[in-house]
């Protein structure tokens, strides 16, 4: 299982950004997928989670109506829209996967909103 994380940066309060997720290693389309966070000091969040086929999504409160899970199944990504940032916002965000009894992570990408 490989996960590779792309689309962080530097983004001012009340941009966007999108992250991407690309997978390999196992049968993407019938896994469940999450986005989770990790800012400094604190505990690794779950941001956001898509079903198998994209046709369920759940939130963190903190993120709702912000941020948006979406996934390809033909190119074997997931993605998550980032509007309206804030500053709390900021965190290493990683890709995840349940398989087989176990979580498999991404090296994160560093989203940093400040002005």
């Known amino acids: 299982v490989q996960l590779v994380e792309s689309g962080g940066g530097l983004v001012q309060p009340g941009g966007s950004l999108r992250l991407s997720c690309a997978a390999s290693?196992?049968?993407?389309?019938?896994?469940?997928m999450n986005w989770y966070r990790q800012a400094p000091g604190k505990e690794r969040e779950l941001v956001a989670s898509?079903?198998?086929?994209?046709?369920?999504?759940n939130y963190a409160d903190s993120v709702k109506g912000r941020f948006t899970i979406s996934r390809d199944n033909d190119k074997n990504t997931v993605y998550l829209q980032m509007n309206r940032l804030k500053p709390e916002d900021t965190a290493v965000y990683y890709c995840?996967?349940?398989?087989?009894?176990?979580?498999?992570w991404g090296q994160g990408t560093q989203v940093t909103v400040s002005s």
């Open positions: 995840n996967v349940y398989k087989a009894l176990r979580y498999y």
């Open positions: 290693g196992f049968p993407f389309s019938y896994y469940a």
């Open positions: 898509i079903s198998s086929a994209g046709s369920s999504t």
